[in-house]
């Protein structure tokens, strides 16, 4: 399971603050923990004030940090001299890689921290922070230039104010792979885009690289709130997946464009990012759990569970990457004799079954889902002898050398060299394998919904 920390001012609207913060924790696959520095009188309109909760602060990191072993931080609001101590302090004690969100005027124009502080904070926590993400007026801040009709041809104006601010986010040497990102920097025609700069480690040392993120330009009256919230908080949940600095990047701006074109209409005309799950989603998500429920009603079921534990995987119609594939985080085990999920069904959790379902729908698009179950030669034979349920042994020892090597390249492998040897481009029912060193036995069983994986599983369960 992967865990992520946020510092933020709770805000009671839930648009921003470190309630979107759990939120898009949730939404990308992570645990979130939570660290309030503030309590904001706001809606998604209307700032009416504060009160900090710095006394409160070294308590409530105390008691997450010497307990979990929390690697990474989104840090959203600082209220007083008193906060930014105490979260300097953690970050070093602890050794947490932070994403700052430098945050400290809200979005309907009021501060959000005591005057005077962006300097403490400029000076004792960006040196700290891995990566830091001002919005174009906390840039034009922090760097001291006019920021104002930045396009693609005066480019160059904004790459400099983003190694202006990348120095003030060293110590010492710039030794060490760290980022800005400036959102929503610049405009050309219909798109806005967010500049890119990451101090990247080569062979020959550390270098800034550009990039350029566009999203399409979106005419909306009235205040958009927690924009800044959801961005940084994605990043920090991408770098807890265990991606670099740069994937993390692009994987969050995915996510938030992806967010960008829907909103919620408050009564108040207030606008927050939608992060709801979709309907196809839900969709997905419900037939995973029609699934679930009917193999936990049979303590038979058991049996085939594998030593690795088992998942099922359901993917979106269109899916092209494993964030659009669902599973049960942390698989389903034995527990009572019957199966039992150690975790939700959430998004962007399994792996091993996503890389399946996905190569396998390059060539059926008709398959949605997949099952791992524990192999048995009796259960094999007795599938083929008693049921129409297709078959397809996977023989491991025929693999290339290059593809045994290569880190998640098998199962890839094993549905291409399937649709090559058969020569049609039908996925059996049951893919199986008789294991390899280090590798269990598996049976893998795909279908389309949730419908036909119950019948497939019936006519299984049948046999035992």
């Not at 906390?138 to 230039?145: H, I, L, Q």
């Not at 029609?290 to 049996?303: A, D, H, L, P, Q």
């Not at 594939?325 to 085990?333: D, Q, S």
């Not at 060539?363 to 030669?377: A, E, G, P, V, W």
Request: with cysteine.
């Amino acid at each position: 399971m992967d865990f992520a920390l946020t510092m933020a001012g709770s805000d009671p609207s839930s648009g921003a603050g470190i309630q979107a913060d759990i939120r898009t924790f949730d939404r990308c696959g992570v645990y979130p923990f939570s660290v309030i520095t503030a309590i904001t009188y706001q809606s998604a309109t209307d700032f009416y004030g504060y009160k900090s909760l710095s006394d409160e602060l070294d308590k409530q990191l105390d008691a997450i940090l010497s307990n979990y072993p929390v690697k990474y931080v989104k840090i959203g609001m600082i209220p007083d001299i008193k906060s930014l101590e105490i979260i300097v302090h953690y970050i070093k004690k602890y050794d947490l890689v932070a994403v700052l969100d430098p945050v400290s005027i809200s979005s309907a124009g009021e501060r959000l921290s005591s005057k005077g502080l962006e300097i403490e904070i400029e000076k004792n926590l960006f040196p700290v922070v891995k990566i830091l993400t001002p919005n174009i007026s906390e840039a034009s801040f922090y760097s001291n230039r006019d920021l104002k009709n930045v396009t693609m041809e005066n480019l160059d104006k904004l790459k400099e104010v983003a190694s202006t601010i990348l120095i003030k986010m060293y110590s010492e040497t710039l030794n060490e792979e760290k980022a800005v990102i400036i959102k929503s920097g610049g405009s050309e025609g219909d798109k806005i885009f967010d500049l890119i700069l990451i101090n990247k480690k080569s062979e020959e040392g550390y270098n800034e690289i550009f990039n350029i993120s566009e999203k399409r330009k979106i005419d909306i009256i009235g205040n958009i709130h927690g924009t800044g919230c959801v961005f940084s908080s994605a990043i920090t949940a991408f770098l807890s997946k265990g991606y670099d600095t740069e994937e993390s990047i692009s994987l969050a701006e995915e996510f938030f464009n992806e967010k960008f074109q829907d909103f919620l209409e408050l009564p108040d005309k207030g606008k927050v990012l939608d992060l709801t799950i979709s309907k196809e989603k839900i969709k997905i998500i419900n037939q995973i759990k029609e699934i679930y429920n009917f193999i936990t009603e049979k303590k038979g079921f058991s049996k085939l569970i594998p030593e690795v534990r088992l998942n099922i995987s359901g993917s979106l119609p269109k899916a092209k990457d494993k964030s659009e594939v669902a599973g049960i985080e942390g698989r389903i085990t034995v527990i009572n004799g019957y199966p039992k999920a150690s975790g939700e069904i959430k998004f962007g959790v399994s792996d091993h079954t996503a890389r399946l379902i996905l190569t396998a729908k390059e060539f059926d698009t008709s398959i949605n889902f997949i099952m791992n179950l524990k192999y048995s030669s009796k259960l094999i034979q007795k599938i083929q002898e008693n049921t129409d349920l297709k078959t397809y042994e996977f023989i491991r020892e025929t693999q290339p050398d290059d593809i045994k090597k290569k880190e998640h390249s098998t199962m890839q492998w094993l549905i291409k060299e399937y649709i090559n040897k058969m020569g049609i481009k039908e996925i059996p029912d049951i893919i199986w394998d008789t294991g390899a060193k280090g590798k269990e036995p598996m049976i893998r069983l795909f279908g389309k919904n949730s419908k036909d994986m119950i019948i497939k599983l019936q006519k299984i369960i049948n046999l035992i």
